[in-house]
Nanobody, 120 residues
Framework: QAQLTESGGGLVQPGEWMRLSCTTS????????MGWYRQFPGKSRELVAV???????KYSDSVKGRFTIIRDDTKNTVYLDMNDLKPEDTAVYYC??????????????WGQGTQVTVSS
């Protein structure tokens, strides 16, 4: 059974920044693209950012220029650095490991989810 362990999240004020972390096993990390998705209430999960094992990143239009995804192969960890956070960024954020970057499948692995709330 695979594990993706997320950390970070919580309450932050608009304009501030936050880092999310996701750590997994070497076997899973090396074989998959790593990404972050978020889910708003009543909605399906949507892509935030993804990075391939070849270090090619992709961002959704809503976060491009503000968020940065970082893949650290030495630690089997992917980070999401979120800058200039806005209330509309409020969601549950999920780490993802999958064979096809940006295209979730039934074979993907998911983190437990972490709530990010941007509010005054």
């Amino acid at each position: 059974q695979a594990q993706l362990t997320e950390s970070g999240g919580g309450l932050v004020q608009p304009g501030e920044w936050m880092r999310l972390s996701c750590t997994t096993s070497r076997e899973i990390f090396s074989a998959n693209a790593m990404g972050w998705y978020r889910q708003f209430p009543g909605k399906s999960r949507e892509l935030v950012a993804v990075i391939t094992s070849g270090y090619v990143p992709k961002y959704s239009d809503s976060v491009k220029g503000r968020f940065t995804i970082i893949r650290d192969d030495t630690k089997n960890t992917v980070y999401l650095d979120m800058n200039d956070l806005k209330p509309e960024d409020t969601a549950v954020y999920y780490c993802n490991a999958g064979q096809f970057a940006g295209l979730p499948s039934s074979r993907d692995y998911w983190g437990q989810g972490t709530q990010v709330t941007v509010s005054s």
